[in-house]
């Protein structure tokens, strides 16, 4: 993967001008960074979305509703306010291990498994189906409730700054502090760590991320090729709201919204 965070730049005359104080005397400044960063993945077949995915998505973003771990949008909302963000889903991101470092279930990967069943042992190991010496099991810790974190598609796929989904809008979880007109999220996909993780700890007035549209632009519909009879099974059942999904056999399954 390569991220190239160029295109934030600003001239040094910009980056560099006072914008505000907070009363100290100190003033609130920009840091533009540019990064390029290859990342060399081992052999594994193309993303699917597998029949545990579907449920696991299913369960954390309609059932239990849960708000997007950067800036707080619930599915809810996003039902809710769907003609005004155009298109804003809820998503859910491989956390502790990346599905296409994992193998994808083609293949052993590159996890060394023992570290994270370590690192993991509230994980009922035993009880979901996972067997180390069966990459095609890797699927009941993958793509598991446990590994995947809920983000919004603004917040794990936006590859640049997009409207905040309250910029200008008080925050009911923040205090009702208002976000200005001009604050943004970013996908974690296109961001250092330490700086996206200060998008779910910002106070509104403050926001890390900024950008200059005046109107919310979609993020492209997540498109997955479910991965056997079992998830087509699985995606008749359940909508993945958002999502484009493709059959195995390049038969494209309806959309619902």
Known sequence: MTTDKSHHAKPKSQSRKPKRTDGSGQSTHSMTQTDRVTTYYPPHPPRVATN??????????????????????????????????????????????????????????????????????????????????DPSTFKYFVDSVYNLQVLCSACHRAAKPVLHWLAGKPDPNRGNVVWPANAGSIGIHHSNYPVYRDQRHARPDTPPFQTQLTHFIAVPPATMRLADNQAVAEAEKIPLYGHQLLAPSQVRVPVRT
Not at 67 to 84: F, S, Y
Not at 104 to 109: D, Y
């Open 52 to 133: 545990v995915y579907i449920k696991s998505h299913h369960q954390l973003t309609v059932v239990e509703n849960k708000p997007c771990w950067a800036c707080g949008i619930t599915h809810k909302d996003c039902v809710r306010l769907k003609d005004e963000l155009k298109g804003v889903a809820m998503e859910t991101h491989h956390f502790w291990t990346e599905d296409a470092f994992t193998g994808e279930g083609g293949g052993l990967g590159g996890i060394y498994w023992p570290r994270v069943m370590s690192d993991h042992k509230d994980f009922d190991w035993k009880g979901s189906g996972f067997d180390v010496n």
